[in-house]
Nanobody
Framework: QVQLVESGGGLVQPGGSLRLSCAAS????????IGWFRQAPGKEREGVSC????????LYADSVKGRFTISRDNAKNTVYLQMNSLKPEDTAVYYC????????????????WGQGTQVTVSS
């Protein structure tokens, strides 16, 4: 069964850090793009970052550049999102998803999604 499972969310104070994981099963991530997305209450789902697993190419949303880092461990079939200097506006449910070969932060082009993990940034 093709599946993505996110983990690592939680409650963190402003300025803190979290590392999210996206573990794939049922298929090999090596030749796919993995994206991280988030959706806050009352807002549309937005792209945060994505990585092309075959060559390591990445994209970041302007709102997270310099604070978030996406990486992959192909041996573990897992993609990570390291989130530093977190702000209250980063609060959202974070999802990972996969698609074919081209990097994009547009959610509509992704076709397999995980169930999401909650990230709350609050003092």
């Amino acid at each position: 069964q093709v599946q993505l499972v996110e983990s690592g969310g939680g409650l963190v104070q402003p300025g803190g850090s979290l590392r999210l994981s996206c573990a794939a099963s049922g298929f090999n991530l090596d030749y796919y793009v993995i994206g991280w997305f988030r959706q806050a209450p009352g807002k549309e789902r937005e792209g945060v970052s994505c990585i092309q697993n075959s060559n390591g190419g990445t994209l970041y949303a302007d709102s997270v550049k310099g604070r978030f880092t996406i990486s992959r461990d192909n041996a573990k079939n897992t993609v990570y999102l390291q989130m530093n200097s977190l702000k209250p506006e980063d609060t959202a449910v974070y999802y990972c998803a996969t698609r074919g070969y081209e990097l994009t932060l547009a959610p509509t082009f992704y076709n397999i999604w995980g169930q999401g993990t909650q990230v709350t940034v609050s003092s």
